[in-house]
């Protein structure tokens, strides 16, 4: 049955995609066509300036919102979040053939093999049943990208949520207005060139969307600032509560404090500068997504505990995938 469920899933991808495309446009569309003239009058007789200034502004702050969701969207679809039986290594293009892999597994600290693709299977990744392979720094499957949201793609992922929700939040406040309008069948007067129900529900999908994808982005922000995947995050919070009962601390090994946590999520410092997180550029995670650095606090730990974090990390790889809707 779950099988069944996973194929129905990968098969509809493409019209998920389709779908989500269809609806951002609708929204962008209705902005312009009723949002825009009904906020800005540049052929108003008594417009200023500064008030053209203000308009060009607009119209520029709205073109680079709508390019950095279509961007990151299409980054978060078409990067590949990071398999076993992927040729990049170290960020280099390399031939490397399966049996290097293994190789190169067989030499780390905790080798495992993966029981359903039966490749080595190194830290954080996860098998993704729907895309059937191993995927690096696994968080979840997600059908609205037709992906999963992993090593590589994460970060455009989380920025795709970002700007969609705060284009959404845009839209709602400088659409209220036009919106009521819409809704007062009484008045004939409607002079735009869009659907007056289109415009209804637009607007009524940027509420629940932006509502939907609000909390989803909050959550992955959270997951960010505390160095967590998803599938992490269920087995670190029965971890803790095990270590609490026990009177212990429970560290997370990949866990250097908020900011460092979110520096190393966007890849800002050694190469890229914090402002290029509002630059809508191709910009890869650190590290390969194999191996990963691991908190002070946590080698301080008795040697006993880090093997047991680590062997419970390496169980919650096997556990089932997790998917979003
Ligand atoms: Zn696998
Ligand atoms: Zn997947």
Redesign the pocket.
């Given at each position: 049955m779950a099988k069944i469920v996973d194929k129905a899933m990968w098969s509809a991808g493409p019209v998920f995609i389709v779908i989500a495309i269809a609806l951002v446009d609708m929204c962008v569309l209705a902005y312009y066509l009723v949002v825009f003239p009904y906020n800005h009058h540049w052929f108003s007789e008594d417009i200023t300036l500064l008030g053209k200034l203000g308009i060009i502004l607009t119209v520029l702050f709205t073109l680079y919102m709508i390019y950095c969701i279509h961007f990151h969207y299409y980054m978060a679809i078409k990067t590949h979040p990071g398999g076993?039986t992927d040729t990049v290594i170290h960020g280099t293009e390399d031939d490397s053939t399966q049996y290097t892999l293994l190789q190169y597994e067989e030499n780390a600290q905790y080798p495992k093999i993966?029981k359903?693709?039966h490749?080595p299977?190194p830290e954080r990744a996860h098998?993704c049943s729907v895309c059937n392979?191993?995927v690096l720094r696994f968080d979840h499957h997600c059908p609205w990208i037709h992906n999963c949201v992993g090593h590589y793609n994460h970060r455009y992922f989380v920025l795709f949520m970002t700007y969609m929700v705060l284009s959404a939040a845009y839209f709602v406040i400088f659409g209220w207005r036009p919106f009521i309008i819409c809704l007062d069948i009484a008045n004939p007067e409607w002079p735009y060139y869009f659907p007056r129900p289109l415009m209804a529900f637009a607007y009524i999908l940027s509420i629940c969307m932006g509502l939907a994808l609000g909390a989803l982005c909050a959550w992955h922000y959270y997951l960010v600032l505390t160095a967590q995947t998803t599938v992490e995050f269920y087995n670190n919070y029965y971890e803790k509560g095990i270590a609490k009962s026990q009177g212990e601390i429970f560290v997370n090994m990949y866990d250097f404090g908020y900011l460092e946590n979110i520096r190393k999520f966007f890849n800002i410092g050694e190469k890229y500068a914090w402002y290029t997180v509002f630059y809508p550029i191709p910009i890869p995670p650190q590290g390969n997504g194999r191996h990963f650095e691991k908190c002070q606090e946590f080698y301080l730990l008795p040697e006993t505990v880090q093997q047991d974090a680590i062997l419970a990390n390496q169980a919650v790889q096997d556990l089932e995938d997790v998917k979003d809707l």
């Open positions: 076993m993966c359903k693709c490749l299977k098998h392979s191993c």
